[in-house]
T-cell receptor
Framework: AQSVTQLGSHVSVSEGALVLLRCNYS??????LFWYVQYPNQGLQLLLK??????LVKGINGFEAEFKKSETSFHLTKPSAHMSDAAEYFC???????????FGKGTRLHILP | NAGVTQTPKFQVLKTGQSMTLQCAQD?????MSWYRQDPGMGLRLIHY???????DQGEVPNGYNVSRSTTEDFPLRLLSAAPSQTSVYFC??????????????FGPGTRLTVL
């Protein structure tokens, strides 16, 4: 069965520092991978997604993620954190077989001034 | 477009009461779904629908019913509320099946407390 593991329920970085949020997945077939962001008291919105093709995917707000099949990972990065990046981030996976999207438990990103 | 709308925003129920959470979308999306979000648990799929008249169970369907009589609406019914159903509920829609990797658009959520 497919699953998603996000390492670290809380991550703190200083403003201007590199943001790295980790996501590992388990899937027996090629997955489709997503990162969603949730700002306080709002629903989720899509940051970026990987389906096929280029393994480095660029999203909104300067975020990007790299699909590494050998490591079963899809980590989210941003070179320089901004205060407005403070939010909760969810990694998600779907496969053709299940036809359902499975979300990780989320990582709350804190930006320190 | 209003996107995905949910009502009410907040609701308090007593154990055993029933209620319906409303969800509507004006994007002509075929796929709609309901999730619950609990601290440290991420989002868990309750029920989903791939089109009018078609619904299926997700990961945590017990205690909830859904129906899809129109493309636009996908209400979630709590039959007999329990404290374990205290959560934030999100409705989402997309242009096709999740397997077609289309972006899901989420509503603002309904915060439900069951006493």
């Amino acid at each position: 069965a497919q699953s998603v593991t996000q390492l670290g329920s809380h991550v703190s970085v200083s403003e201007g520092a590199l943001v790295l949020l980790r996501c590992n997945y388990s899937s027996s077939v090629p997955p489709y991978l997503f990162w969603y962001v949730q700002y306080p008291n709002q629903g989720l919105q899509l940051l970026l997604k990987y389906t096929t093709g280029a393994t480095l995917v660029k999203g909104i707000n300067g975020f990007e993620a790299e699909f590494k099949k050998s490591e079963t990972s899809f980590h989210l990065t941003k070179p320089s954190a901004h205060m407005s990046d403070a939010a909760e981030y969810f990694c998600a996976v779907i496969t053709n077989r299940d036809d359902k999207i499975i979300f990780g438990k989320g990582t709350r990103l804190h930006i320190l001034p | 477009n209003a996107g995905v709308t949910q009502t009410p925003k907040f609701q308090v129920l007593k154990t055993g009461q029933s209620m319906t959470l409303q969800c509507a979308q004006d994007m002509n999306h075929e796929y709609m779904s309901w999730y619950r979000q609990d601290p440290g648990m991420g989002l868990r799929l309750i029920h989903y629908s791939v089109g009018a008249g078609i619904t299926d169970q997700g990961e945590v369907p017990n205690g909830y019913n859904v129906s899809r009589s129109t493309t636009e609406d996908f209400p979630l019914r709590l039959l007999s509320a329990a404290p374990s159903q205290t959560s934030v509920y999100f409705c989402a829609s997309s242009t096709g099946l999740a397997a077609t990797y289309n972006e899901q658009f989420f509503g603002p959520g309904t915060r439900l407390t069951v006493l």
